[in-house]
């Protein structure tokens, strides 16, 4: 099975930078996705981590350490457009390409 | 706009009843995947198709069952359904693509009264 931790709520500032953690357990890893939703919205796609590393794509960036079962969204130059849930999934490799989620990191961006 | 498409957006229903969820994958994905989404508890994976073929399941109800038709499109059905079952209802579709990243449709927001 598969558990995802990550923390409930964070609040940041409007132009500051913030990071979420995710930790996981898994009996097999194929990959960590991080998405971001807006209340009552589809989960839209932010991120995909493989291999152990730093993802950047823009303002977002993603790590990853597969030995530490670890990894953090960091948004910089955050807006209050960034306000939103943000889920850490983790793709196991077993079970077709499904996903497990988090229970999501609601950041709220302030002035 | 992710390309996937759900109908209806909104369904309000009475317990015992039973409804239909329908999604259409962005054009060329073979995958189609259905989630729960309340507010107790998270995104839910509940099934998974590709091609047709069901290729996982997660904690989907007895009550729910799905398939995919020859044109891709799915559809989610829900039986019998309990006040308890009023949630979020995500279709997503993926490509064939090593990395498979799912993307979501709008979903259809279900209230059992």
């Known amino acids: 099975g598969q558990n995802i931790d990550q923390p409930t709520e964070m609040t940041a500032t409007e132009g500051a930078i913030v990071q979420i953690n995710c930790t996981y357990q898994?009996?097999?890893?194929?990959?960590l996705f991080w998405y971001q939703q807006h209340a009552g919205e589809a989960p839209t796609f932010l991120s995909y981590?493989?291999?152990?590393g730093l993802e950047e794509k823009g303002r977002f960036s993603s790590f990853l350490s597969r030995s530490k079962g670890y990894s953090y969204l960091l948004l910089k130059e955050l807006q209050m457009k960034d306000s939103a849930s943000y889920l850490c999934?983790?793709?196991?490799?077993?079970?077709?390409?499904?996903?497990?989620f988090g229970t999501g990191t609601q950041l709220k961006v302030e002035l | 706009d992710s390309g996937v498409t759900q109908t209806p957006k909104h369904l309000i229903t009475a317990t015992g009843q039973r409804v239909t969820l329908r999604c259409s994958p962005r054009?060329?994905?073979?995958?189609v995947y259905w989630y729960q989404q309340s507010l107790d508890q998270g995104l839910q994976f509940l099934i998974q198709?590709?091609?047709?073929?069901?290729?996982a399941k997660g904690n989907i109800l007895e009550r729910f069952s799905a398939q995919q038709f020859p044109d891709l499109h799915s559809e989610l059905n829900l039986s019998s359904l309990e006040l308890g079952d009023s949630a979020l209802y995500f279709c997503?579709?993926?490509?064939?693509?090593?990395?498979?990243?799912?993307?979501f449709g709008p979903g259809t927001r279900l209230l059992v009264l």
């Open positions: 997503a579709s993926s490509g064939s693509g090593r990395e498979g990243t799912q993307y």
């Open positions: 898994t009996s097999g890893f194929n990959g």
């Open positions: 981590n493989v291999l152990d």
């Open positions: 999934a983790v793709r196991g490799r077993r079970g077709g390409n499904k996903l497990t």
């Open positions: 054009s060329g994905d073979l995958s």
């Open positions: 198709y590709y091609n047709g073929e069901e290729r």
